[in-house]
């Protein structure tokens, strides 16, 4: 694309440019392209002013109707003259190319110089139009001579256009409506296959919607219709868009053509190739970024020239295969080709400039945006077609396969009827075997759950016995105190009855005081009942948290403390513990939790039981065991911990612990089944043990129980 348009600028170059004078434009009335009737003149220093350019004798005559002058830093004056014969004295100059960065008209009347700049902001402009316009105000029959300034940071294509306010008007309304349907087109489109996309989920389609959007975008922009409606304060970014817009669209471009052509499966070389075409196009981009505007074109340049050989490339050889796809995006590409070939060939005066060359550029890119929507929506159907073969290749083995299945059901019917009579039989024993084992772990579960009672019983007459023998102990000396108290009584209703004086009766009432010692038999009384007030009070504390250990609502889902079951259960295994085991609890101030609280209790029993075992097996008859119970908690979970320094475990054991008859006590000692109803029912309360033991050191168990239980099964 850009290697043609060099070739013709080279060209013009030579064959349009000559260094003789023509005379005055002639204007009669209608529309007139006045290029190659302007002197261009190229100022390298970019200082001259006005009055050195108009001494001037370096301007070079143009020949053609659309100048095209070469990227340069330069500043370019154009300079021109008008004789008006027509009956308008009020004339539009138009400079029909929206992306100069300098735009300066000067017009010079009986020594006196007119300027305007539009340098400025779009919304200081007084033609709201992206296009430069320039009021002249020319008598009939009268002649001036005009020049322009002018300078960008592209190449500069420069169609001047002069009309009457009314002609050009109605020009510039035509090509807004041309641009209106354009845009318009491109929107329908985008939206169109966009819910295409969004149905079928073929990433062509987004690639397609991206495409086509930016390409848009980018003929907008050069257009100047985005600084028109959109930038229009905001030159800087409508510059920036100049070179980004068509970078994106060529990457996406790039990116669109691989996967619409697998171009990974049918062209694996010229697949890497495209990532060339795209690397290009994004150093293009970060150019312009980094505000080397003309670099930036010149690689933008190359990344188009390298596009269209790599595109040509890869949709002709596919095309030559007969691979459908390529053929209809060659047919797109070709029309997008050849419309921008008939714009550049129009710039440089091969083609002739009308209403029918100024839309080539944008006439090729519509059709190529149908027809790549006819190509996807090929494809689609393409794969309909495939589908559909498929689907009906499939039902004709799915025929054949129903036959065979009939064939072979009746033979293996009667395999089945056989193979049923066995099974029935092996399904029998096996009932029987499954009864059978049921039995067994009942009675097993039983044992294990009789062992614990056991040793609840035991601790029960441990613990009620120390108090009960309190109280007993203390009633024998009670019932003394009481009986020399009623004698006392009794002896002072006589003297108060008798008929002696008081002073008498006070006498001998002191006198039995002394004798029975009665401050001392009043403090022992205070003592007996205290003691026997506190075996009383310790009985009801022992049998209460008996209450908590056993909880008899155990089948209610509820609130519990497990701060209160651990203490119970503790009171349970006090006898264990005598005074060879310190004990020490580091209760966390933690919420009450959803649990089954006597299965909770059991499981506490199981662990602080194996925890005492394991100390009296390191320690035997001497001190020095600990046992440390802590809790605590967080957001979601309570945490219970209990660690002793007993024997430990070994990596094996650990594994093992939990396992169904896996005990390292004497035979007769344990059922093997108490850690694994514990981890079952830890399980089942959606919480995790875990064990952490050192041989020789200690085992540490860590419960962690969910604070809101979400039970789906009962426990």
Request: charged share 20%.
């Amino acid at each position: 694309m850009k290697m043609f348009k060099y070739i013709l600028i080279i060209f013009s170059l030579i064959c349009s440019l000559s260094a003789s004078a023509q005379g005055p434009v002639i204007f009669k009335g209608q529309n007139l392209v006045i290029g190659n009737q302007v002197s261009i003149l190229e100022d390298e220093t970019n200082n001259l002013s006005l009055k050195e350019v108009a001494d001037s004798d370096a301007f070079v005559q143009s020949t053609v109707p659309i100048p095209n002058l070469q990227l340069s830093h330069s500043d370019f004056w154009i300079k021109f003259s008008i004789r008006n014969e027509s009956d308008q004295e009020k004339l539009i100059l138009a400079l029909e190319y929206p992306m100069l960065s300098i735009c300066e008209f000067y017009s010079i009347s009986d020594g006196k110089v007119n300027s305007l700049s539009y340098n400025d902001n779009f919304s200081k402009r007084k033609y709201k139009n992206q296009n430069f316009l320039f009021d002249i105000d020319l008598a009939k029959g009268a002649t001036e001579t005009y020049y322009l300034r002018v300078k960008s940071s592209e190449q500069m294509v420069l169609p001047l256009i002069i009309g009457t306010p009314k002609l050009m008007a109605e020009r510039l309304s035509g090509n807004d409506l041309v641009w209106g349907m354009f845009i318009g087109l491109i929107l329908v489109m985008v939206v169109y296959n966009l819910f295409i996309y969004i149905s079928v989920k073929d990433a062509s389609y987004l690639y397609y919607v991206a495409y086509s959007l930016l390409i848009g975008l980018t003929q907008v922009t050069l257009s100047g219709y985005t600084y028109r409606f959109i930038l229009f304060d905001y030159p800087a970014l409508n510059h920036m868009g100049i070179i980004i817009f068509p970078g994106l669209a060529g990457i996406i471009g790039n990116l669109f053509m691989m996967n619409f052509l697998q171009t990974r499966e049918n062209t694996p070389k010229l697949h890497k190739a495209i990532y060339v075409s795209i690397l290009i196009y994004s150093t293009a981009v970060v150019l312009r970024l980094m505000g080397f505007d003309q670099a930036s074109y010149r690689t933008i340049d190359i990344a188009a020239i390298t596009t269209v050989l790599i595109t040509f490339t890869v949709t002709i050889s596919l095309s030559l295969k007969g691979y459908r796809p390529a053929i209809l995006f060659l047919l797109a590409f070709s029309m997008f080709f050849t419309g921008l070939l008939l714009f550049v060939l129009r710039n440089l005066g091969i083609v002739p400039y009308n209403d029918l060359t100024n839309y080539t550029k944008e006439g090729g890119i519509a059709l190529d945006v149908v027809l790549l929507a006819f190509a996807l929506a090929d494809k689609i159907n393409t794969f309909k077609r495939e589908k559909e073969k498929s689907q009906e290749e499939t039902l004709v083995a799915l025929q054949e396969n129903d036959r065979i299945v009939r064939e072979q059901n009746v033979f293996l019917e009667t395999k089945v009827n056989e193979r049923t009579l066995e099974l029935i039989d092996a399904n029998n024993e096996i009932s029987q075997t499954l009864v059978e084992l049921k039995e067994a772990q009942g009675q097993l579960v039983e044992a294990e759950k009789m062992a614990s009672l056991g040793q609840l019983t035991a601790g029960i007459a441990h613990e009620i016995n120390n108090p009960i023998n309190f109280v007993t102990s203390n009633i024998m000396p009670l019932n003394r105190d009481v009986d020399i108290l009623i004698d006392f009584i009794q002896e002072m209703e006589k003297i108060g009855l008798s008929d002696l004086p008081a002073e008498e009766k006070k006498r001998q009432i002191e006198e039995q005081k002394e004798e029975l010692d009665y401050d001392y038999l009043k403090m022992e009384i205070s003592q007996l009942l205290k003691g026997i007030h506190e075996g009383a009070s310790r009985t009801s504390e022992i049998v209460k948290g008996l209450r908590v250990f056993s909880r008899l609502d155990e089948d209610d889902l509820k609130k519990a403390d497990m701060n209160g079951g651990l203490d119970s259960t503790l009171i349970v295994i006090n006898n264990l513990l005598s005074n060879k085991i310190s004990l020490e609890k580091e209760y966390g101030d933690i919420p009450m939790i959803d649990c089954y609280p006597g299965k909770l209790n059991q499981v506490f029993l199981n662990i602080l039981s194996n925890a005492i075992f394991a100390i009296n097996k390191k320690f035997g008859d001497n001190s020095g065991g600990v046992l440390k119970i802590s809790t605590s908690s967080n957001e979601k979970s309570v945490f219970v911990k209990i660690e002793d320094n007993g024997i430990g475990m070994d990596e094996i054991t650990k594994k093992k612990i939990f396992e169904p008859f896996f005990t390292t006590k004497d035979v007769g000692e344990g059922t093997g089944l108490g850690m694994s109803i514990a981890y079952n029912t830890i399980r089942r309360h959606q919480g995790e043990i875990q064990v952490i033991s050192t041989p020789g050191l200690g085992t540490e168990f860590i419960l962690e129980l969910p604070i809101i239980l979400n039970i789906t099964e009962d426990i």
